[in-house]
């Protein structure tokens, strides 16, 4: 393989240090935020995306049920200090760049796709895969 088809070093090191900030974020989050408005909340993070200084990391979030959202959002805001503290014992590093939430909502449009696309090959006649591997295994049985 030529060098020139790998990505430069800086690249590569930006990329490892947003995957190891979103799992500590990921962790810190799951060890617990004792703010109500996060209650009965599924919180994913899905991506982090570092500004090219450094200085500020973004953090993609999901949540479940998707109405509570806005309120999960704000509520990760306000804990940022605390969420910043767990972080920094799970990774090594200088200084922790400012947190940034932003709602991604690209999981609910994949489930809102997923149901529409087996809501339609139903209403088809067709079978799902799920479907047609079940009906094998109900004739194998018989």
């Known amino acids: 393989m030529n060098r020139d088809d790998h990505q430069p070093s800086d690249e590569r090191a930006a990329g490892r240090l947003s995957s190891a900030l979103r799992r500590a974020m990921q962790s810190a989050i799951a060890e617990g935020l004792s703010d109500p408005r996060v209650e009965g909340c599924l919180?994913?993070?899905?991506?982090?995306?570092?500004?090219?200084d450094r200085s500020t990391v973004r953090f993609h979030i999901s949540v479940l049920p998707g109405e509570r959202g806005q309120l999960a959002i704000a509520a990760l805001r306000h804990a940022s200090g605390r969420l910043k503290a767990g972080m920094i014992k799970k990774i090594e590093i200088r200084r922790l760049p400012r947190l940034e939430f932003q709602l991604d909502d690209s999981l609910k449009k994949q489930a809102a796709l997923d149901a529409a696309m087996h809501a339609s090959s139903q209403s088809r006649g067709e079978l799902s895969a799920l479907d047609a591997a079940d009906a094998v295994m109900d004739n194998d049985k018989e």
């Open 43 to 52: 919180i994913s993070v899905l991506d982090a995306v570092m500004t090219p």
